[in-house]
Nanobody, 121 residues
Framework: QVQLVESGGGLVQAGGSLRLSCVASGSIFSINAMGWYRQAPGKQRELAAHITSGGMTTYADSVKGRFTISRDNAKNTVYLQMNSLKPEDTAVYYC???????????????WGQGTQVTVSS
């Protein structure tokens, strides 16, 4: 079993910052890519930021220049530093990992339970 647990969400005023963390644990052989997705009320889940095993990053246009994704492979952890937050960043943020549970097998996608981020105006 593999578990992803997010933390760091909360309520912040516009212009403020938050740092999300996601720790992967369980029967992990290795972790490939990881990403942060978000889902606002009444909207579809969308990719906010993505990082490969080699550290290459991708960001949604709406968060470029404000959000930074990083990872600590030794700790099986991915972070999302969110600065200059806007009310439209309000959403549930989900961590996703592409994880190998054994050698010579395919990677599977796992999701965390989500953490709420609310930005007040």
């Amino acid at each position: 079993q593999v578990q992803l647990v997010e933390s760091g969400g909360g309520l912040v005023q516009a212009g403020g910052s938050l740092r999300l963390s996601c720790v992967a644990s369980g029967s992990i052989f290795s972790i490939n890519a990881m990403g942060w997705y978000r889902q606002a009320p009444g909207k579809q889940r969308e990719l906010a930021a993505h990082i490969t095993s080699g550290g290459m990053t991708t960001y949604a246009d709406s968060v470029k220049g404000r959000f930074t994704i990083s990872r600590d492979n030794a700790k099986n952890t991915v972070y999302l530093q969110m600065n200059s937050l806007k009310p439209e960043d309000t959403a549930v943020y989900y961590c996703q990992g592409s994880i190998f549970i054994a050698p010579m097998t395919a990677a599977y996608y796992y999701w965390g339970q989500g953490t709420q981020v609310t930005v007040s105006s």
